[in-house]
């Protein structure tokens, strides 16, 4: 009986599956059931979408890259499965803009990874594809004012989505070393051009008061971000060396022990933008506002167009075999292209809240006299600096520790070793491979994020400030406390990561401090704590570039991952493989 009732539930199920897709009306379900799961995972991307920047959860970051991937995929089997169906539903012309309508225009991402900028000219190939299918379907349409709609918004969709490649091209190393049509040796400004020395000389009212000092710094941040971009392409930065620049920094942004906060801010705001330049579109909607906004404002309104077309009676004819049209249908479809404008609107809120539109708002400030005496532009600028809709980071830097990441596989160690040696013998894209297959196969733990304090952010400013800018790869800092000539030698190592490697070790040492000192309460034993936990922050961090991010340091990232190898190698021989905690490390030291 029970192996009967198996069979049964199976021939059921298998019936259904067969009338999904081989029916005319479960053909038909089976779209409508992907077109509800589309506009639940474009929900899911805007809701989680904005805050992948400042998350570092890599199970946020993974729903949200399957999310993207799937409306890809669903748009690619949905227009082969309404193309390849025999008898078809009126609606489908309608479905497939929709579709389309969702590979660009609902959302900001354009890039999971700096190499996806780099497939821009494909993206490009698979738009024409994309055009060319649904341009088959909307030429099976007859009625002239369903026609019109329909394809009004689809010409619409398709500069958009246009728009979402042009920015991953934009964000490409080939579009940035491109040749210029003309070269000009000396810059000339016009008056399409802010300065920073215009906004900070600017007169009106808004910029001397508190949310104006915030603009300056939002402005100041997308200067400097410039700066990053062009040297992150490898070219060189002639302001860094110039006089003004460096007492821009020292006399200006630092120039009380209060502006260290304010410093780190800039920082801040300056890598958010980086960030939005490779993974979302908002500088190319920066540098084309008015068309994208005019765009947006066309596609909203013609959706309610669109939606007249669908729902009159006998609105949509085709030159195809059809099957009725049910209320089902056209309220799925309602709904779809509903939640596609709110998204659109959306996507334009957000922007003009964000740093983007910021900076867009207060350099026509600055450069139009009318709107230095317009009470209700500075009111509107003063509202957009008091709310944030879109978060910068967590204030929080990675850390890592040799003594808390020995539990690991030692399987999965040999094939981290295996795999980048194996890039080397084969030559396929060393980097590449020795880094993203290494952090795939990466056995070692990071140690929790911790949050950037004060006490972090000011010994940094300070120690800054006490060298004038000139680094010394700390061998200041030896000096100042009169331990030169005992640890100078630890400055002057081979590459970086040595040094980096031989801090670490130090302030572990450091933080074995005696139980009577770490109880005391007197004001030298706290400054003594406060600094050697500033110091053991900001050498995990390091540790932390070194394991994770070597492509951050000035050495050689393989460089920087065999000297770790081996120091790693050094250490494990040497405490036994175990896990050391500070309590047993205290233990095994005395004994």
């Given at each position: ?20 897709l081989?029916?005319?009306?479960g ?46 995929l ?12 025999s ?106 051009i ?84 490779f ?9 084309r ?10 596609s ?63 350099c ?17 600028l003063?509202l957009l600096?008091?709310?944030?809709l ?97 640890f ?47 110091g ?56």
């Amino acid at each position: 009986m029970e192996t009967q009732g198996c069979q049964h539930v199976y021939g059921n199920g298998t019936s259904i599956i067969h009338n999904l897709l081989h029916d005319p009306r479960g053909r038909v379900f089976s779209v409508e059931a992907l077109m509800v799961v589309e506009m639940a995972l474009l929900w899911f991307i805007a809701a989680l979408g904005s805050f992948r920047r400042q998350s570092s959860s890599r199970c946020i970051r993974t729903l949200v890259w399957a999310a993207y991937t799937l409306l890809f995929l669903i748009f690619t089997y949905m227009i082969g499965f309404m193309q390849s169906s025999s008898i078809k539903i009126d609606l489908y012309p309608v479905w497939a803009v929709s579709f389309f309508a969702v590979l660009g225009c609902t959302n900001s991402i354009t890039a999971f990874e700096l190499d996806d900028n780099k497939q821009w000219m494909k993206h490009y190939i698979q738009l024409i594809l994309y055009y060319t299918y649904v341009s088959v379907l909307l030429s099976h349409m007859s009625d002239a004012f369903v026609v019109t709609s329909v394809t009004l918004l689809f010409t619409v969709t398709i500069y958009k989505n246009f728009v979402r490649i042009q920015a991953s091209a934009l964000a490409s190393e080939s579009w940035i070393r491109s040749e210029p049509p003309y070269y000009r040796r000396k810059f000339i400004a016009t008056d399409d051009i802010t300065t920073v020395e215009q906004i900070w000389r600017c007169d009106g009212r808004l910029m001397k008061s508190t949310e104006g000092a915030q603009l300056k710094d939002i402005c100041l941040s997308f200067a400097l971000f410039h700066l990053l971009r062009r040297r992150y392409f490898g070219f060189s930065c002639s302001e860094s060396g110039l006089k003004k620049t460096h007492d821009f920094i020292f006399r200006g942004l630092l120039a009380t022990e209060k502006d260290y906060s304010r410093a780190f801010k800039v920082i801040e705001v300056e890598l958010s933008f980086l960030y939005d330049f490779f993974f979302t579109k908002y500088a190319l909607m920066y540098y084309r506002e008015c068309v994208i906004f005019f765009l947006t404002i066309i596609s909203v309104t013609l959706t309610p167009l669109v939606i007249v077309a669908v729902t009159r009676p006998h609105g949509i004819h085709g030159d195809w075999a059809t099957m009725e049209t049910k209320n089902a249908d056209i309220v799925i479809t309602v709904l779809n292209l509903m939640s596609l404008a709110l998204l659109d609107m959306l996507q334009l809120i957000l922007y003009w809240f964000s740093d983007w539109g910021k900076v867009s708002l207060t350099c026509r400030y600055v450069s139009h006299l009318r709107w230095q005496k317009n009470k209700f532009i500075e009111r509107l600028l003063v509202l957009l600096c008091k709310i944030t809709l879109l978060p910068n980071w967590q204030n929080k830097i990675g850390q890592y520790l040799i003594l808390e990441s020995f539990e690991g596989d030692i399987c999965k160690r040999w094939l981290n070793i295996f795999t980048r040696w194996s890039s080397i013998i084969y030559l396929h894209d060393q980097e590449k491979m020795g880094i993203n297959m290494g952090c795939l196969v990466n056995n070692r733990k990071a140690g929790i994020p911790t949050n950037v304090h004060n006490e972090v952010k000011k010994a940094i400013v300070q120690s800054l400030k006490a060298s004038d800018g000139q680094l010394s790869n700390g061998l200041s800092s030896l000096t100042r406390n009169g331990l030169l000539e005992h640890f100078s030698w630890a400055c002057r190592q081979e590459t970086q990561t040595h040094a980096i490697l031989i801090w670490l070790i130090a302030t572990s040492y450091c933080e074995i401090a005696p139980p009577e000192l770490e109880l005391g309460g007197s004001k030298e034993q706290e400054d003594f704590l406060i600094q050697r936990d500033v110091g053991t922050k900001l050498s995990r961090y390091c540790a932390y570039l070194v394991v994770f991010v070597p492509e951050l340091l000035p050495d050689h990232q393989w460089d920087t991952k065999t000297i770790f190898d081996e120091v790693e190698k050094e250490a494990r021989e040497y405490l036994g493989g175990v896990v050391m905690t500070g309590t047993v490390y205290r233990r095994r030291h005395r004994g």
